[in-house]
């Protein structure tokens, strides 16, 4: 699926002085929660499919309209299975894509037990060079996001706004000290039942329920009418997505071939990752760095420990891995920080080369190891 969010908005400039969220650059964002109805895994297979293709294929028409990600909410709730992130810029996108879903030989079985509707707009608790950034969304290419509409008490909005500003710098200043977590606030207000949906993208779920834990502390959760229900989904592309739902006669998953001994995986190509030089690649579900220095190749994962950052792009010298956001550096070896301010190992992973490309495996624990290397 394509990331591009749509571009064919046809909002005129608008003299009223209300700048840019006059203008269209604001963005409509729909979260659209679905669920499969169980008789759809008594198919046969290529019945099944057929529909997943079908479904795949009806997304990926929307690619110059629409910026969607896909999630499995599989195992997360009894209530959802799915979730399409849609990003665009009209209503009537969302709208057809949700009935070209329907269209498909998979949509009679679909149904859709939650659906959040939000826009973008200015923040007025942030910097006016922060709030711009708000209008448009970037996500990011963390494993985990997390979902929940919620909705403010009235007795909120009587408040003056320098009180509101003040515990609003207060929760604000807590979310900064989880760096690891990127949030999107959207806005819902007089478009669907709750006023605000906040979604929040992660490689670390116990960095969130940390941060969450933190706000309750906020004075400003005193304000908080309702926030639920709340969805913890894992990031997967939408066939990906499709095939966990798992029925009678599906392949085996990678991890379920793994969890039997098919441990070694072709991940990369041995001329893919020149001397000096780092690649990310996936590997049983995640972002991994190959790194090579010298005669020698590493594999770690790839998301720095402290701020997410990819390592990727980062800087090889001296057997180590240096974040290229906040200068943490890491042994490949090992996976351990050498240098904050990280202060988490990374995961560490077997690789050999053969047959001219790059294979990885799982590594085995090392008793005491802080870093499974």
Sequence with gaps: MSDRTAGRGNSKSSSDGRGDEASGRRQIVKFSFYRVDPAWRRLPVAERDAGKDALVAAVDAFSGRLQVRSYSVVGMRGDADILLWQIGERLEDIQALATEVMRTPLGPYLSMPHSYLAMTRKSQYVSPAEAEARLHLHPAESKYFFVYPFVKTREWYQLS?????EMMNVHIAVGRKYPSVKLNTTYSFGLD???????FETDEPADFLDLVMELRGAKSSLYTLRDTPAFTCISLGLRETLDTLGAPGDPV??????ATGEQWQRVADDADVPEGAAKMVYFAGEQVALVRAGEQLYAVANRCSHANASLADGTVADGALTCPSH???FELATGEPSCGPANRPLTTYAVRTEDGGIWLAQREPVP???SGA
Excluded: I, K, M, Y
């Design 193 to 199: 039942d709750q006023e605000f949906v906040v979604s």
């Design 368 to 370: 005491g190891s802080t």
């Design 327 to 329: 200068g943490s550096t």
């Design 253 to 258: 998953s990678a991890a379920a071939a793994q």
């Design 161 to 165: 706004l320098e009180e509101r500003q």
